[in-house]
């Protein structure tokens, strides 16, 4: 399953970072190894200065990137993806060829930016919820949930609820014993959610 994670400049660190090592670390735990395949991918093929100056070499561009399963756009100073046209509209239609489409933190505003979020229960940093939903209304937006499950599309809280998030997908995707021997692995408390009904026998609350 090819896994999908767009960053940019200024991203939060632990936004792609978490993700990137949960999905990788339960790749490693399958048996078969390598269920998961985690890529990073910026808009074009050079480094990316994360927040804090972190430097991150992507794996692909928007242009040049394996077919995904799973798109993640992270968060972090997002106002700037948000007036590119290439990137809302790739990923407006990376999203109409994948299982899953998911964002972590700020990351919802360039979901929403793309039409994807549209009439969607959905969540983001704490601390931009209000100005999500003022800049997005047709939203309805969602306090004290680490992530909201609307099937296809999953969003989650600021930073390290990208983790839990992404342990929730697993789950989805593989079985919730992995995600907990995932979660054990990484020496990570699992902070837990409500349920979506749909998934109430495959995840733990």
């Known amino acids: 399953m090819n896994i999908g994670i767009y960053l940019y400049d200024d991203a939060e660190v632990l936004d792609f970072s978490g993700p990137f090592e949960v999905f990788s ?36 561009s928007i242009d040049n990137h394996p077919a995904l399963d799973l798109l993640i756009v992270v968060g972090g100073v997002h106002t700037n993806e948000l007036t590119k046209p290439a990137v809302i509209d790739w990923v407006r239609r990376t999203a109409k060829n994948t299982k899953l489409v998911t964002s972590v933190c700020t990351g919802a505003f360039i979901l929403a930016q793309a039409g994807l979020l549209t009439g969607l229960d959905v969540t983001t940093h704490w601390e931009d919820q209000q100005a999500l939903q ?19 599309f999953v969003t989650s809280g600021g930073i390290s609820a990208g983790i839990d998030m992404s342990l929730h997908l697993v789950a989805r995707l593989a079985s919730p014993e992995l995600a907990k021997l995932t979660a054990r692995q990484m020496e990570y408390e699992w902070h837990t959610n409500t349920c979506p009904e749909t998934y109430v026998n495959q995840q733990p609350c």
């Open 25 to 60: 670390t339960a790749s490693r735990l399958t048996a078969p190894a390598g269920q998961f395949k985690v890529f990073l991918i910026a808009e074009e093929a050079r480094t990316v200065n994360a927040r804090g100056g972190y430097p991150v070499v992507p794996h692909c």
């Open 134 to 152: 003022a800049t997005f209304p047709d939203l309805n937006v969602i306090a004290n949930q680490r992530w909201v499950d609307q099937g296809k």
